[in-house]
């Protein structure tokens, strides 16, 4: 962020359910949907801006009120190569930058296999594309009549 920045407003948050931004806590284990893991390459001082967060808010099971109380938001100090590891369902947002240098940090998002964040391709293919000599899809293992080392093998011998 370079000095002077804006800012993101409040954001993420699990309720009302979205399959992409979960927390769910159940039998002594924690799941979670999107999950953002920020690398901090500068510091991010206490009243400079930066993250901020309703903490607890991951838990939430109604939405957040309408206008929301400065006070419930927490900025969250962030000292050069720390991590800063949360749930997109943590209702969270950017500060105001008010420092005098750019504040940078390197953003890694990750995603459990089934939520579906974009709509490209926008349409799947109706299968897999075979050519006459493609070999048939198996489950992980070499069907009978073909020994081990792949289709080349078969037609060998």
Request: aromatic share 8%.
């Given at each position: 962020?370079?000095?002077d920045?804006s800012?993101?407003?409040?954001?993420?948050?699990g309720a009302?359910?979205d399959?992409?931004?979960?927390?769910?806590?159940?039998?002594g284990?924690?799941?979670?949907?999107?999950?953002?893991?920020?690398?901090?390459?500068?510091?991010?001082?206490?009243?400079?801006?930066?993250?901020g967060?309703?903490?607890?808010?991951h838990?939430?099971?109604?939405?957040?009120?309408?206008?929301?109380?400065?006070?419930?938001?927490?900025?969250i100090?962030?000292?050069?190569?720390?991590?800063l590891?949360?749930?997109?369902?943590?209702t969270?947002?950017?500060?105001?930058w008010?420092?005098?240098?750019?504040?940078?940090?390197?953003?890694?998002?990750?995603?459990?296999?089934?939520?579906?964040?974009?709509?490209?391709?926008?349409?799947?293919?109706?299968?897999?594309?075979?050519?006459?000599r493609s070999?048939?899809?198996?489950?992980?293992?070499?069907?009978?009549?073909?020994?081990?080392?792949?289709p080349?093998a078969?037609r060998?011998?």
């Amino acid at each position: 962020m370079a000095p002077d920045t804006s800012g993101l407003g409040l954001h993420g948050g699990g309720a009302p359910w979205d399959p992409a931004q979960y927390y769910v806590h159940r039998g002594g284990r924690m799941y979670n949907g999107l999950t953002t893991v920020t690398w901090s390459l500068g510091d991010s001082d206490s009243g400079q801006g930066g993250f901020g967060c309703i903490p607890g808010s991951h838990k939430a099971a109604e939405r957040l009120p309408e206008g929301v109380p400065a006070e419930w938001v927490k900025e969250i100090p962030v000292p050069a190569g720390s991590v800063l590891i949360f749930t997109e369902a943590l209702t969270h947002c950017t500060l105001p930058w008010q420092s005098r240098y750019d504040c940078r940090a390197v953003l890694y998002k990750y995603a459990p296999g089934h939520p579906k964040r974009s709509t490209w391709p926008r349409s799947r293919p109706a299968g897999p594309r075979r050519t006459p000599r493609s070999p048939r899809p198996t489950a992980g293992r070499n069907p009978p009549d073909r020994p081990a080392g792949g289709p080349t093998a078969s037609r060998r011998s």
